[in-house]
Structures are given as C-alpha cells and as structure tokens.
C-alpha cells in the first residue's frame, strides 16, 4: 500500500501569494488531518477532516483554510502568505471510524518557504 | 504551563545505553501517541496506547492515566535511534486533533 503523498515536497513564495498544498491518503483512510510545524511553536493542529466535512479546526487565523474531497485527497490553502506562515506543512491519515483509538500515519511535509 | 511536556529536552546517550523519554499531560485523554522524528521532517507513528505498556523491537512504551504520565524507552540505543520523539494527546474527541509536546532531541554516538 502506497503511504501518504504530500505535493509539493519544498515551496517558495513571498509575502501576500496564496499556497494550495495536496495531501493523499493512504487507500481507505477517510480521514486527513494537517499540522503546521515550526522552530518556535513546534507542531500544532491546523484541521481535520473527514468524509469531505471538516471536523475539527485549531486555533489558526481564517487565512488558513482546507477541503476533502470525495476520493479523500485533501488540500490546504493559505492565502495572504505572511513571512511567519514559513514552516513545515503536515498531513496524516487514519481510517476515521474508530475514534481517537487510531494510529495516525504520516506524509514527508511541505517545506513553505515565505520570502 | 503546557498541557504536554516532555522531559529532557535534548538527550545524549552512548551506543548500548538504556534510554528513558518522559511525557506529562494536564489534559483528559484516552489515548497516547509517541512519534518519531528524523532530520528532513518525516515522522513515524511509534506507538498509541490507551493504557499499560506496548513493546515493539526496542522500543517499550508505557501509560499511566491516573498519573497523567507515560514514558517512553529504548533499550540498547544505536546511532540509528538519533531523532526527535514527541508525545502528542488527542483533544475534542477526535483522532486527529492533537496537542504536541516540544519533543526530546536524542543523540547516540557510537
């Protein structure tokens, strides 16, 4: 089985551009989460969804939004990019249907760069 | 004060040593991840666990709910075990809305 594919891999932009950033699932997960990792903060929860709806959001400001669409491939996108928008994207993957009792399997990130 | 933290912060061991990751919660959970952090940003899932101990190779991790406080351990370190391992509980009810400790940077040199 295929893990989780997140694209693009590395991403440069400046100040005031917007990002879309794409997440896949491992086949038969529902549910996608993402995560924004920097030096400073470490890693905090952006959202998560499940069978297109989202079902949780952090505490990020409404440039950060997302979407799920129904083959379970996600999307983030952050528009506006201000320089502290720099970090690693994450997503991860679980079947969704069993709680907080999942395991949760990872992508290898998006390095943003915000210049 | 966060509601996970992790002790030490950074961790530096001998190849073969016997290596403890500490992590204490403020917050309800029912449930424990720890994960495992290379250079060039990849994490693993190590474990989940909702209560007493998993074992998985080296790897032994342990769960106290009354406590609020789990461990994570590495028998007979290598070099290859040198990462970041971040403890993270799940919060609102769902699997992937996580609170993340600050990780424990760990360093075995042969």
């Known amino acids: 089985k295929a893990g989780v594919t997140q694209t693009p891999r590395y991403l440069i932009k400046t100040r005031g551009q917007q990002v879309t950033l794409s997440c896949s699932p491992i086949s038969g997960h529902r549910s996608v989460s993402w995560y924004q990792q920097t030096p400073g903060q470490g890693l905090q929860f952006l959202f998560e969804?499940?069978?297109?709806?989202?079902?949780n959001k952090g505490n990020f400001p409404g440039r950060f939004s997302g979407r799920q669409f129904s083959n379970s491939r996600s999307e983030m996108n952050v528009s506006t990019l201000e320089l502290g928008d720099s970090a690693l994207y994450l997503c991860?993957?679980?079947?969704?249907?069993?709680?907080?009792?999942?395991?949760?399997?990872f992508g290898s990130g998006t390095q943003l760069s915000v210049l | 004060k966060n509601e996970v933290e992790q002790s030490p912060q950074n961790l530096t061991a001998q190849e073969g040593e016997f290596i403890t990751i500490n992590c204490s919660y403020s917050v309800g959970i029912s449930a424990l991840h720890w994960l495992q952090q290379h250079p060039g940003g990849g994490i693993v899932s190590l474990f989940m666990l909702s209560s007493g101990k998993k074992k998985h190779g080296r790897l032994i991790a342990t769960i106290n709910i009354q406590e609020k406080h789990s461990s994570l351990h590495i028998t007979a370190s290598h070099p290859r075990d040198s990462a970041v391992y971040i403890c993270?509980?799940?919060?609102?009810?769902?699997?992937?809305?996580?609170?993340f400790g600050k990780g424990t940077k760990l360093s075995v040199k042969p």
């Open positions: 969804y499940f069978s297109e709806t989202q079902r």
């Open positions: 991860a993957s679980s079947p969704g249907d069993s709680g907080v009792n999942e395991k949760l399997f």
């Open positions: 993270a509980v799940p919060y609102g009810g769902s699997q992937g809305n996580l609170i």
